[in-house]
T-cell receptor, first 111, second 114 residues
């Protein structure tokens, strides 16, 4: 079993839709949770970062962590064509140096 | 600031050939990393360097060697390339390996081993 599972999609939505992206994980020691955005043929860039359980909001983006269910989500409100990218979840435990990534979900927002 | 730069952008090798992937960062970061990205597998850590003068294995180190040449540069070497090493390779850097520190990624090197 992989440490981190992520539905690869692809996911296609109309402009303005609310998008929900999710990851599950098996290691209960993970404490730090990130979402990266990767445009085609580019390197990933950090979008959101959350420590432990709870919600974090940044503009149109909301990250949620439910440690009891080992489940994290990224919500994108009022999605834009510029949001079209692959979204990668990543997580790491305290004291570790190895980030574990999901496989990524490819999102297309149609104008 | 260029951030993290990688050379080359593309490379085709034959089985058994060797090559070195170069990475440099201009953010004065202490920690640097090499990842590979494969379809269906996500990004996996090959090696990392927590600080100048140190290197450690990541999740998938077999078949690779690394050198932290100085604080700015971190190279990845394939001594005898195999088709299983066909992948996109990303270098990243962060201030330290602390999980609070964001990792900044380079644009990647697309490697094909025939």
């Amino acid at each position: 079993q992989k440490e981190v599972e992520q539905d690869p999609g692809p996911l296609s939505v109309p402009e303005g839709a609310i998008v929900s992206l999710n990851c599950t994980y098996s290691n209960s020691a993970f404490q730090y949770f990130m979402w990266y955005r990767q445009y085609s043929r580019k390197g990933p860039e950090l979008l959101m970062y959350t420590y432990s359980s709870g919600n974090k909001e940044d503009g149109r983006f909301t990250a949620q962590v439910d440690k009891s269910s080992k489940y994290i989500s990224l919500f994108i409100r009022d999605s834009q064509p510029s949001d079209s990218a692959t979204y990668l979840c990543a997580m790491i435990q305290t004291g570790a140096n190895n980030l574990f990534f999901g496989t990524g979900t490819r999102l297309t927002v149609i104008p | 600031n260029a951030g993290v730069t990688q050379t080359p952008k593309f490379q085709v090798l034959k089985t058994g050939q060797s090559m070195t992937l170069q990475c440099a960062q201009d953010m004065n970061h202490n920690s640097m990393y090499w990842y590979r990205q494969d379809p269906g597998m996500g990004l996996r850590l090959i090696y990392y360097s927590a600080s100048e003068g140190t290197t450690d294995k990541g999740e998938v180190p077999n078949g690779y060697n690394v050198s932290r040449l100085n604080k700015r540069e971190f190279s990845l070497r394939l001594e005898s390339a195999a088709p299983s090493q066909t992948s996109v390779y990303f270098c990243a850097s962060s201030e330290w390996t602390n999980p609070h520190n964001e990792q900044f990624f380079g644009p990647g090197t697309r490697l094909t081993v025939l």
